[in-house]
């Protein structure tokens, strides 16, 4: 009976991922608020590439994909699985915008935090050759992650809180991720599905818009005693945007030391806009390599530090940063889902 029970969730829960598309993924370009939610979450993810979903096993699961946290972590380079794992992020982003990112988990809990900090920007009512003055703009998700096997499945969600700010005006919203993940034992493969961002519509004023919500199905290769690295491939169709193709790739052959990079499809009109042709303009240096992502990280008992680079185009590049930290009691071993 309860196998069956287990089952039928596991069926309405895939089917969900199935159906959600028909309708909350049409909308498009620049039809969505709390765009933040895009960002991404830690610096190893994004320099994968965001080819996440199939992976998804630290702190970072909360964002791309909750049923993580059902499955036990990767152990640590130096030592044993430890029940608790901390992240904390930072990015020096485009256009002077603060990212600031905190996710603390005790599977199959979770919890995460990102805000998002923007200030001096011009405040004109009419044609004038100086701003009347200045104001600035935030946002804030605080969300609440946990995680279940069902039979060879581990499954998640996230429920999270959403709330935009900018001069004198703000607006909330509450929405949920939902998230699929298989491991296999014999092979070092994995599968994992991820709907993100389903909820309310964000209001200021009178005016109601849709948050960036997002499909996700990707697969992983590797991650296991014989073959630690990792290749990802992942598809992703946003609310706002057209399908696209994301892959990563992560060597661990350096001793501590990770290297990693990734590659997102982009369609030429966006890529042109980015690169600044579309005014005649090109994008200098590693700007010019819009689409694609490098990163590193050191991996020790004291922690994992990681760093990205990701190029804007003719905005620049944005710098992601994060430390990660298991800590507290040797955690369970025998959990579904553990590579050999």
């Not at 199959?108 to 935090?113: C, D, I, K, N």
């Not at 994992?192 to 960036?212: C, D, H, M, R, Y």
């Not at 992560?250 to 290297?259: N, V």
């Amino acid at each position: 009976m309860r196998n069956q029970t287990l089952r039928a969730l596991l069926i309405a829960l895939l089917g969900l991922l199935a159906i959600l598309p028909v309708k909350a993924f049409s909308a498009g370009p620049g039809t969505s608020a709390a765009t933040f939610l895009q960002l991404g979450f830690g610096a190893r993810p994004l320099a994968l590439g965001e080819a996440y979903v199939a992976m998804a096993d630290d702190a970072s699961a909360m964002h791309y994909n909750p049923a993580g946290l059902a499955l036990p972590a990767r152990a640590l380079a130096v030592g044993e699985r430890r029940r608790f794992e901390m992240m904390a992020s930072h990015a020096m982003h485009i256009q002077d915008i603060r990212l600031s990112q905190l996710g603390l988990m005790a599977r199959p809990w979770g919890v995460s935090l990102t805000h998002l900090q923007l200030g001096g920007i011009e405040r004109r009512t009419s044609e004038t050759a100086q701003p009347e003055g200045h104001f600035g703009a935030s946002d804030l998700m605080l969300g609440f992650s946990y995680g279940r096997t069902l039979g060879l499945w581990g499954t998640g969600i996230t429920i999270k809180t959403v709330r935009q700010s900018i001069g004198e005006y703000s607006a909330s919203a509450w929405a949920a991720d939902f998230g699929v993940l298989r491991r296999f034992k014999s092979y070092p493969v994995s599968f994992g599905a991820s709907v993100v961002n389903v909820g309310q519509k964000v209001t200021f004023i009178e005016e109601g818009f849709s948050l960036p919500s997002a499909l996700r199905v990707g697969a992983t290769y590797g991650m296991s005693k014989n073959f630690p690295h990792a290749l990802s491939l992942q598809i992703e169709k946003p609310r706002d945007g057209a399908l696209n193709l994301r892959l990563g790739m992560e060597y661990l052959g350096f001793g501590p030391f990770a290297l990693r990079a990734g590659y997102r499809t982009v369609s030429s009109v966006q890529r042109s806009a980015a690169l600044g042709k579309a005014l005649g303009s090109q994008a200098p240096g590693l700007s010019e390599f819009y689409g694609m992502f490098l990163g590193t990280g050191f991996r020790s008992k004291f922690g994992n530090l990681d760093y990205t680079l990701l190029p804007y185009g003719e905005l620049g590049n944005a710098h992601r940063l994060s430390f990660s930290l298991q800590f507290g009691k040797s955690a369970e071993t025998g959990a579904v889902g553990v590579f050999r």
